[in-house]
T-cell receptor, first 115, second 114 residues
Framework: AQSVTQLDSHVSVSEGTPVLLRCNYS??????LFWYVQHPNKGLQLLLK??????LVKGINGFEAEFKKSETSFHLTKPSAHMSDAAEYFC?????????????FGTGTRLTIIP | NAGVMQNPRHLVRRRGQEARLRCSPMKGHSHVYWYRQLPEEGLKFMVY????????ESGMPKERFSAEFPKEGPSILRIQQVVRGDSAAYFC????????????FGQGTRLTVV
């Protein structure tokens, strides 16, 4: 079985300061890990993904995430927050079993940017 | 190329009525996934379909829920005899191949059962 825990339901940072959104996972198999972003009234957009290559993954809009197997973590970071980063962020673990790929979503972290 | 289109965006049904949610995949995409998001929870997989075939429905409730993806037209998620617990956001995603995480998501349909 697999699960995802997003440790913060809400995060607020000032514009121009670093962003850290935390995610821990558990999986019986080698997982793929993803971060999705959902802006208000929009669909989910893939930010970045880890699929057992480099442990530091760079995504769109200046975001990156580091896969740490020893800590079972996949935290999302950005050096400098922008107002347009205000959105809901979902950490996702994917496991392929017998040819079927299943996505397990975290409960989401709402990021607020303070001007 | 328009994105994944879901309609309606908001749907209100009385208990016992039927709800029909539509999803038009992106052009060229033949794989469709449906997810449900209950309040304060993450998205949960419901069903994976290809044209005219249900591939994986392991996340679908055993009763009242059904899904189809006909040769022509949108994918339909149908909920019969809705109950208050069906109130949720329902998201559809489409993909050109079987790669669940690299699917493109629609904006969702928010179903409210009164």
């Amino acid at each position: 079985a697999q699960s995802v825990t997003q440790l913060d339901s809400h995060v607020s940072v000032s514009e121009g300061t670093p962003v850290l959104l935390r995610c821990n996972y558990s999986s019986s198999y080698s997982p793929s890990l993803f971060w999705y972003v959902q802006h208000p009234n929009k669909g989910l957009q893939l930010l970045l993904k880890y699929t057992s290559a480099a442990t530091l993954v760079k995504g769109i809009n200046g975001f990156e995430a580091e896969f740490k197997k020893s800590e079972t973590s996949f935290h999302l970071t950005k050096p400098s927050a922008h107002m347009s980063d205000a959105a809901e962020y979902f950490c996702v673990v994917s496991v392929t079993n017998f040819g079927n790929e299943k996505l397990t979503f975290g409960t989401g972290t709402r990021l607020t940017i303070i001007p | 190329n328009a994105g994944v289109m879901q309609n309606p965006r908001h749907l209100v049904r009385r208990r016992g009525q039927e709800a029909r949610l539509r999803c038009s995949p992106m052009k060229g995409h033949s794989h469709v996934y449906w997810y449900r998001q209950l309040p304060e929870e993450g998205l949960k997989f419901m069903v994976y379909l290809q044209k005219e075939n249900i591939i994986d429905e392991s996340g679908m409730p055993k009763e009242r829920f059904s899904a189809e993806f006909p040769k022509e037209g949108p994918s339909i998620l149908r909920i019969q005899q809705v109950v208050r617990g069906d109130s949720a956001a329902y998201f559809c995603a489409s993909s050109p191949r079987r790669a669940g995480a690299e699917a493109f998501f629609g904006q969702g349909t928010r179903l409210t059962v009164v």
